[in-house]
């Protein structure tokens, strides 16, 4: 039996709801709820259950494993992210902020495989020949093309080992309503290509645009339906990115790509904690050195702050590449437990590179920092400093501390500054001071 139900859809998005709103509550636009009709077929339970043949089961023994045959793609920072290569088959969203380098990694990835197809919605074939030739790119087996349409689109790449669509919010399927970009069509594309990948193990990589809020159809919508999200994160006015995997089926989550961005594209950074130490000024307070772990690599970054008299009522606190919240609280503890008379001063504070020190390990050498420039002395040049640091003045461990010990001597510093433990690693040649509080920070380093 057959009944009619009235609906309510967007014909922006395709959400539905049961009674008319003047806005959508999925895209947020106003006017576009439209009135339409739903068929529903009023079927019992049990006369559903009863139009079905019951899947076949296996046990783990009885399922035959195989192993996975990764695609070198040459760039060992996007390889490491990967988990090894890429694997046959799979559907891989590239995201970041307009502007950070996602089309140039996909060009540059292009042509390192043979008969790769490069499919833009955004630049034409004149473009595309332009933005290659200022990479350097010159492959007799590389295909591009301009196409919009999905299903065109499907049918051009069903035979190649690897395509690359730029972008997935200027694709369309003519089976779908809506204009390219919304969320609708942005799925349904998705949903194509994910089949098509998994019939024709072609490796497809999808570049999606996403605003610092995320709000935009791209991958915040997509992640469950892809294989891999990959994320090129960074300042675009700054030099060095970072390639993050923030979901990956058939590899590692912790594992991120440093590259650095040069005039013919992005550059790997073998040694990453040399390249964001160069140019590091010598002999002024203020500057302090920590680890951070990107995944399972420790990096040395290098934390400046700037302590001056305020000129107005209310003091200032600034920072660039560290959390501000995170920043007053850690300005509050070393008043309080120190006695320093930071309520008075201005704080300006920047993690040099244009990287975020999100971690809580890169506490310790903020306090550092702060402390060094209040005093106006000098930090030994050979001092590098992790930790966590909490309300009551303490100083607290952190994880991977022998990993980040062994990045330090491996970087030639000789003094590492870390929580007090009763079970510290040791390394050979590198001394360590261990603190319990801030305060000893004041007597002990500082002074």
């Not at 006017?31 to 068929?39: D, H, L, M, R």
């Not at 502007?99 to 595309?128: F, H, N, R, V, W």
């Amino acid at each position: 039996m057959q009944k009619n139900n009235i609906i309510f859809s967007c014909s922006s998005c395709g959400a539905q709801f049961q009674k008319w709103v003047g806005r959508c509550l999925e895209c947020g636009k106003w006017g576009t709820i439209e009135k339409s009709s739903a068929s529903v077929k009023a079927t019992t339970d049990k006369e559903n259950l009863n139009n079905y043949t019951p899947i076949k089961t296996s046990t783990l023994q009885e399922i035959e494993g195989k192993n996975v045959e990764r695609i070198k793609t040459g760039i060992g920072e996007l390889d490491r992210v990967l988990g090894g290569g890429l694997v046959p088959g799979s559907l891989i969203l590239l995201g970041g902020e307009p502007g950070i380098g996602k089309s140039t990694l996909a060009a540059q990835i292009a042509p390192l495989i043979k008969d790769t197809i490069y499919i833009s919605g955004e630049e034409s074939m004149e473009q595309l020949k332009l933005r290659m030739e200022r990479l350097h790119i010159n492959s007799d087996t590389l295909r591009v093309a301009n196409a919009t349409n999905v299903e065109s689109i499907i049918a051009t790449i069903k035979d190649s080992p690897l395509a690359i669509i730029d972008s997935i919010q200027t694709i369309h399927s003519d089976e779908v309503e809506g204009e390219a970009g919304n969320v609708s069509q942005v799925r349904a594309c998705t949903v194509k290509l994910m089949e098509c990948a998994k019939s024709t193990r072609t490796t497809i990589i999808l570049i999606g645009q996403v605003t610092k809020d995320g709000n935009v159809a791209g991958p915040k919508t997509l992640e469950h339906l892809v294989d891999t999200v990959l994320y090129l994160e960074g300042d675009r006015f700054h030099q060095f990115r970072i390639l993050r995997a923030a979901k990956n089926r058939f590899g590692s989550t912790d594992e991120v790509g440093i590259f650095s961005m040069e005039e013919n594209g992005l550059v790997e950074v073998k040694n990453p904690s040399e390249a964001m130490l160069i140019g590091r000024p010598e002999d002024v307070p203020g500057s302090a050195i920590t680890c951070l772990m990107e995944g399972t690599r420790p990096l040395l970054v290098e934390i400046q702050a700037l302590v001056t008299k305020t000129a107005f009522g209310y003091p200032q606190r600034r920072a660039s590449g560290f959390d501000l919240n995170r920043l007053q609280v850690l300005i509050g503890v070393l008043s309080k437990r120190t006695g320093l008379p930071l309520d008075s001063y201005d704080v300006f504070l920047n993690v040099v590179g244009g990287l975020t020190a999100d971690e809580p390990a890169a506490d310790l050498a903020v306090v550092l920092a702060i402390a060094s420039a209040m005093k106006n002395k000098n930090l030994p040049k050979n001092l590098v400093a992790f930790g966590e640091v909490g309300l009551g003045g303490e100083v607290r461990a952190v994880n991977q501390i022998k990993k980040r010990l062994e990045e330090v001597k491996k970087m030639g510093f000789e003094i590492a500054v870390v929580p007090a433990s009763p079970n510290l690693p040791t390394v050979p040649g590198l001394k360590i001071a261990s603190l319990k509080n801030v305060q000893e920070i004041v007597e002990k380093i500082i002074k």
